[in-house]
């Protein structure tokens, strides 16, 4: 699946275009477009705001104006923090990725707008539709590269490459029932033997004894561990 | 609903904590606590960094250790990018706040460790559970600010608060069938006119312009806008 086009219109801070390659690089997005950047390009201090993600920068390709950046481009997303008076669709960034993961083979650009002022409404109407954030309405700015992490991380979603670096499963088995309920017996008995149990509520206690155990999942390695921790106590008693 | 808390692990740079705290605020998340910052607290720079979310930092309470970070909290979750070797369940980001937004009353955490080493092994074996991100293998490492906006936004999706801050619903109504129908006659009229048409072709080519017309959903306002452009038109043709 073809990922989506990342387009800067007019970047102005070397720090900000830096940290957008490492979030394209994040969740596998290479393609940077470049329109018209503020105080030319390449910017002192790039490479270093990119941790390391250079080969984003290294293929980031300049523009001097919108229309020559998504000329290739058969669907355009715009997006802006602000309605715009315009009828466009407006997707959240999981509808939008959604959207642009069903276009099979098509090339697709998802525009973002300058630091302080955003696109220019003339900007957004060369869109099919715009993209806009869940942010909080008491503190709605959102960081460039924070905006195109979250379009990159929901592409990801998107088109089913979305795993995790590791599972949580369990290196170890878990317990055969066999093991867990001879833990159990040796547990009561030397809490038999500690005179733990008040007689008339033994029952009672010893089922919830039992079902904070099973409800650890111990694996056969947990239990050698708890048996060792259990002798070990009750050592302490012997010497006494 | 309660946010969970941002407990940072021996944070360096004002820069990212700053950064921290402005994606906090950018997803309604307030509570920030800070374990041992390196180099002391507060930091200078941090609020520039913060751009405007300083509420967050001026809030941010500072322990010696994680175990006093973590004394009042009834569910811990450790981010980690990679396998400690530990039987805990590993969530992506949307299943560990789905699972947190169901924790209804409890107070939660969500543990991020420092900028280059992360979590040690006994800070990641307090958790109930870990986060870790679907990021691309080929470039895995994510900014400290980064990893917490996800947390943050997927916060916000789970726990029902994630509304666009605008939709692109029509500000005029879509136009009647009846403007459409004389729209498209007098459109017609003019291509009949021009010599448009090829006899043969003409109800195709009819068809594919009125398809053309019903896709682009036109409002009243649409409607009478495209009646003043096919009205001038035909003018220049007039003049001739």
Redesign the interface.
Known sequence: MIAPVVILVEPQLAENIG?VA??M????LSELRLVAPKNGWPKKGVREAA???THVLDDATVFATVPEAIADLNYLLATT???R?Q??????P?EAMADVAARAGQRVGVMFGRERIGLTNDEVSLAD??V????????????L??AV??VG?EW??ASG????????E???PPATREAMASLVASLEGSLEAGGFYPPEKRDVIARNMRDMLHRMAM?EQDVRTFRGALRAMTRIKAKE
Do not use: C, H, W
Request: charge should be positive; aromatic fraction near 12%.
């Open positions: 940290m490492r979030a690089a994040n969740f596998g941790s390391g993600a923090a602000r309605e008076g009828m466009k669709r407006a997707y959240a999981d539709a715009i806009t954030f869940p942010v909080s309405p008491d503190f709605p700015s959102l960081n590269a924070q992490l979250l991380y990801r979603k490459q979305a795993r995790l670096p590791f599972t949580g369990m290196q170890s694996t």
